[in-house]
């Protein structure tokens, strides 16, 4: 099994921070020349990740927390979403391949047809589904849902919406050091902005990381797609620093590693609309233009508002004029 980058990077967390390997990496970049943009536009595509190509970025974080399930000896999953949650399907997935229950908490949002498809795909993946309808009722509903799964004196492992702890921002960290692999091998250019949506904020705080241990001075330009949570550059910086914290308490020598620089984050809100799952105009331009010019898949929820703030923001020359990775966090299925 290849070793991942961050075992590379940091050798002494072999033996302390376990790591499943469920997909093929490093995953492609390729510039997009279609778009019709001042700044040179790349995507690392990780639409693609994932056992038979199944899954995308989500699929990075459970390669560290289904190990440590494990090893604390949890017999079910559980963790929460929407109903269209891309990562409690990929949750059940995947946690059931490696032989855990898996139960999942769901609260309503916007239902369109990638919705309907998901919540099926979810119905007909053997997990057990809980629907909350809202954030306070999932709140109140919560020790009950540890009650009803615990197993004898094993209650279960509780994975945070979108998979954004500290263990699962790990997975960002892994995607960040494969571009700094990439940059230092001649395939890009370095890119001044990494462009991700920011749904949990663990993509965007473990990118900040990873370009950090990467020795890149790339900047991480969150786009904003969730306001059910707090997800400004404040509080993604401090889900960066946890997860740094991690490290080191797993063993990690970080002594060259300063702090986190305040603009290594920046994040943008003019894309969310009414509101998480809520279609937009620029989004949904932004779909159909990228599906035509550049040969990408996107959906409505995350990554086309992030396509569309991108293209809005090169408009305006708020990118410093310098090359721009767009991450393609969509797995179609």
Known sequence: ??????????????????????????????????LGTRS????????GYGDGGWGGNKVRKLEWLLPEARRRGART?????????????????????AGFDVAVGLIDHPVDEHVRAQLERLRASGATLHFLHTKPRLILAAPWLFARHTHGRTPPYYL????????????????????????????????????????????AAGLTLGLQLAGLRTRVLGVVVNDTLRLDSTTLLGLTRRTTALLRA????????????PHAIRTETAWLGDGYAHPTTAGDHALAHASA??????????????????????????LDGGPVVFLQTHGPR
């Open 40 to 47: 040179e536009v790349w995507v690392k595509d990780e639409s």
């Open 293 to 318: 010019q550049a040969g990408l898949t996107l959906e409505r929820t995350y990554t086309a508002k992030a396509l569309a703030a991108l293209l809005a923001l090169d408009e305006a020359d708020r």
């Open 160 to 203: 945070p919406a979108g998979g954004s702890s500290p263990l699962g921002t790990l997975g960002a960290v892994e995607t960040a050091l494969e571009l700094g692999a990439q940059v230092e091998a001649g395939e890009l250019p370095e890119p001044t902005w990494l462009v991700t949506p920011v749904g949990s904020g663990g993509t």
């Open 250 to 261: 797993r063993g990690a020598d970080l002594s060259g590693t300063g702090a986190t620089a």
């Open 1 to 34: 099994m290849p070793i991942p980058l961050l075992h590379r990077c940091c050798p002494e967390l072999a033996g302390s921070l376990p790591f499943l390997r469920l997909g093929q990496a490093p995953t492609p970049v390729r510039r997009l020349p279609g």
């Open 77 to 97: 999953i559980l963790t929460v979403g929407g109903l269209g949650t891309n990562w409690g399907l990929a949750a059940a997935r995947y946690a059931r391949e």
